[in-house]
């Protein structure tokens, strides 16, 4: 007997709408308990997904999907969504290779009618599809459902400013607040706390709808409380704010009352203009240990809902491996103790970034901005003007956010700001809007910055100690996960700035590695009795280590995990073009595509970017030329 008897009746929004009341209280109660049970065995976001399970439910209720356009910010939050549109039996593919995405993808369903993996986009893209369904004729709505801290970025502001005076009769733009008072990281900044006004506010909404029922009996009365009512009642709800934009604001309700949100969004959906709805959710509802932990329970692996998550066993003999960001949050540490001047910076992403312990043990020295990258680059930059030594922790993905103020703000001055760049190269699960493909093309191409490469956990740390003794930006850029298992050293000495070395000294071919494909490109340079080499800086690029390694080989391989196009192969080409140099040279990196999700190590196997891939693509290139015997180490 099936354990969801009425959630296997739904394969879309038409068979949702067909039910009664009290039917999608039950329907509630199963899709939450499918979502726990299906994310258990595959892995991926779980505590924002339990809050949204009546949201969703009501939405699709009211609204008629995908006619009307739903936009979820941040898209972490949709999997009761997919499920409620057809992609029920495809979540136990959720983030795998050939599966599903853990975001909305345009591509995968005509009711994911916009792409959300970075956070804050909604409100623009909705309004967009409003006006242009008002320019076409088109009787539609558009609704923006932003939660998760997304409503802690400018851009989110930006938008409700232009909707403001964009929107208006004939248009049909709901923007809805999930105010679950929880981002990745716990919430931070004045609007929060704004926000978070949660019982003042139902106390007003009660009262206004019980004065408004007396009051308009006696119309001079009532017309009095209107005024009273809207100089007031920004003291205890965040109304004001919105309404200034020129949103008519509705709210708070609770988000997982569908008594309370079916009638309210029943009614809205009747206005026309610019509509706000606050609706207040708890992460992880209904499953107790989510709600009592929700950062840990945001994007967990596998694990068995009855026990909740239990920390792996350590063995007693083999230590785990630290990961890259571990070793970055112990080093950040470290520095800070030594340097005073260190301050360290995250746009929401304590634990994504390895910030928690500095922020315990240096909290006077630690900034959460919130989700506003912008603000963090060019926040950084002021305090380097004053002489301190801003360490800006970001994943490479959100760093593009920030370009102008990278640019203009850092670089244009030269202020010594250090990025350390998680989450470079391929991501995995989290797929193509998380992958940092693309730093390397786009840092080396401005002046004044700096980038390296680091192949591993030990030189990890030294190139960020050699980062942080720089009188110029410069960018660190390290992957997810863990490395080749080299233990860091327990100091805070730096490696030569610009410089790389030869770690396999062979004939013919060499291949020139940058990061942390060096162990993968050594295993193919045994295969291939080639000369290996770690570069280590993209920029600057080790030019006298270069010309040197061209003069003694007959063909250089460069190896990246990042874009080929315009990445360190090209910073090689180009150096050996300026130096007048002409050798056959062959670019291993990423393609010219989005790399979708799935395990990572696959990923980058079919991408030829393992040691059988690299060894593949050379054999391919320069035939037996790459492993043929040779007179002499040298032989040019």
Known sequence: MSNYPLLETVNDPADLRRLSRPEL?????????????????????????????????????????????????????????????????????????????GFPQRAESPYDTFGTAHSSTSISAALGMALAAQQKGEQRHAVAVIGDGAMSAGMAFEALNNAGVQVGEGSRLLVV??????????????????????????????????????????????ALAKRFEQHAKGMVVPATLFEQFGFNYVGPIDGHDLESLIPTLENIKQLEGPQFLHV???????????????????GPGRFDPAVGLVKPAVS????????????????????????????????????????????????????DVGIAEQHAVTFAAGLACEGQKPVVAIYSTFLQRAYDQMIHDVALQNLPVVFALDRAGLVGADGATHAGAYDIAFIRCIPNMALACPADER????LLSTAFAQNQPVAVRYPRG??????????????????GEVRR????????????????ALQAAEALDATAVNMRWAKPLDAGLLLQVAAQHEALVTVEEGAVMGGAGSAVAEALAAAGVVKPLLHLGLPDAFIEHGDAAKLLALQGLDAAGMQRSIEARFGAAANRPSVSATGT
């Not at 409620?84 to 979540?91: H, I, N, S, V, Y």
């Not at 207040?280 to 945001?298: C, M, R, S, W």
């Not at 030189?459 to 030294?462: A, F």
């Not at 863990?482 to 410089?499: H, I, N, R, Y």
């Open 505 to 520: 000294t062979g004939h013919r071919i060499a291949i020139l590695a940058f990061g942390t494909l060096l162990y993968p």
């Open 482 to 499: 863990a490395g080749a298992g080299v233990a860091p050293l327990p100091g805070l000495d730096a490696l030569p700035f610009g410089k």
């Open 280 to 298: 207040v959710t708890k992460k992880g509802q209904g499953y107790k240990l989510a709600e009592e932990d929700p950062v840990a329970y945001h």
């Open 316 to 367: 007693p003999v083999v230590a785990p491996r630290p990961t890259f960001t571990q070793v970055f949050g112990q080093w950040l540490c470290d520095m800070a103790a030594q340097d005073q001047r260190l301050v360290g910076i995250t746009p929401a992403m304590r634990e994504g970034s390895g910030l928690v312990e500095f922020e315990r043990r240096f909290p006077e020295r630690y900034y």
């Open 25 to 101: 209280r039950v329907l509630a109660d199963e899709l939450r308990a499918f979502v726990l049970d299906s994310v258990s065995r595959t892995g991926g976001h779980l505590s924002s997904n339990l809050g949204t399970v009546e949201l969703t439910v009501a939405l699709h209720y009211v609204f008629d999907t995908p006619a009307d356009r739903i936009v979820w910010d941040v898209g972490h939050q949709t999997y009761p969504h997919k499920i409620l549109t057809g992609r029920r039996e495809r979540m136990a593919t959720l983030r795998q290779w050939g599966g599903i995405s």
């Open 177 to 222: 607040l999930n105010d679950n008072d929880m981002s990745i990281s716990p919430p931070v900044g004045a609007l929060n706390r704004y926000l978070a006004q949660l019982m003042s506010g139902r106390f007003y909404a009660a009262a206004k709808h019980m004065g408004k029922s007396v009051l308009k009996a006696a119309p001079p009365l009532f």
């Open 459 to 462: 030189e990890c740390r030294q």
